[in-house]
T-cell receptor, first 115, second 111 residues
Framework: EPEVTQTPSHQVTQMGQEVILRCVPISNHLYFYWYRQILGQKVEFLVSFYNNEISEKSEIFDDQFSVERPDGSNFTLKIRSTKLEDSAMYFC?????????????FGPGTRLTVL | LAKTTQPISMDSYEGQEVNITCSHNNIATNDYITWYQQFPSQGPRFIIQGYKTKVTNEVASLFIPADRKSSTLSLPRVSLSDTAVYYCLVGDGNAGNMLTFGGGTRLMVKP
């Protein structure tokens, strides 16, 4: 069964450094998402991406964040100048159809720890 | 403004039916309501989705009243392996129709 993959599984970085989190969505999917989950809290929407551009973004997704689909398979989340409060699990998801509430398939997540 | 809300936790016993309700009093008009299951250190996993009335699949049922201001996930005959956190996901009109997860309901199934 196709699945969303994410790398790395755990990223440790120093405050102020840039990190890039990588995702490979399911191959025939059209809509891509990034979510954040701070330890012990709920999953929070960051951004959705369709047709090579941002479709929606939340208040959390400020100028510190950017997304990119650099090739036909990868979908990345870049966090510039990381802050302590960026420590969280980051989940990538993809959906087959271009309907924002279509079934989303989530990756296993990347745990980001900012020291 | 009310947000997308769920009970924080529920306890049940094996074999019982469990109903978890999510309140979304200002859901975006064209959006589906989706429920996900999450185990510790894993990504959410799709359970069921609906727009209105009742939807049933092999693992759950979803009840949505006509006004769509709430939805109820029904898990028949739960087992220990159903212990997890359950989230509803909607477009929340109180947040500019932003995709919003409910706070999550931690279900504990006891033997």
């Amino acid at each position: 069964e196709p699945e969303v993959t994410q790398t790395p599984s755990h990223q440790v970085t120093q405050m102020g450094q840039e990190v890039i989190l990588r995702c490979v969505p399911i191959s025939n999917h059209l809509y891509f998402y990034w979510y954040r989950q701070i330890l012990g809290q709920k999953v929070e929407f960051l951004v959705s991406f369709y047709n090579n551009e941002i479709s929606e973004k939340s208040e959390i997704f400020d100028d510190q964040f950017s997304v990119e689909r650099p090739d036909g398979s990868n979908f990345t989340l870049k966090i510039r100048s990381t802050k302590l409060e960026d420590s969280a699990m980051y989940f990538c998801a993809s959906s087959e159809w271009a309907q924002r509430t279509d079934t989303q398939y989530f990756g296993p997540g990347t745990r980001l720890t900012v020291l | 403004l009310a947000k997308t809300t769920q009970p924080i936790s529920m306890d049940s016993y094996e074999g019982q039916e469990v109903n978890i309700t999510c309140s979304h009093n200002n859901i975006a008009t064209n959006d589906y309501i989706t429920w996900y299951q999450q185990f510790p250190s894993q990504g959410p996993r799709f359970i069921i989705q609906g727009y209105k009335t009742k939807v049933t699949n092999e693992v759950a049922s979803l009840f949505i009243p006509a006004d769509r201001k709430s939805s109820t996930l029904s898990l028949p005959r739960v087992s220990l392996s159903d212990t997890a956190v359950y989230y509803c996901l909607v477009g929340d009109g109180n947040a500019g129709n932003m995709l919003t997860f409910g706070g999550g309901t931690r279900l504990m199934v006891k033997p």
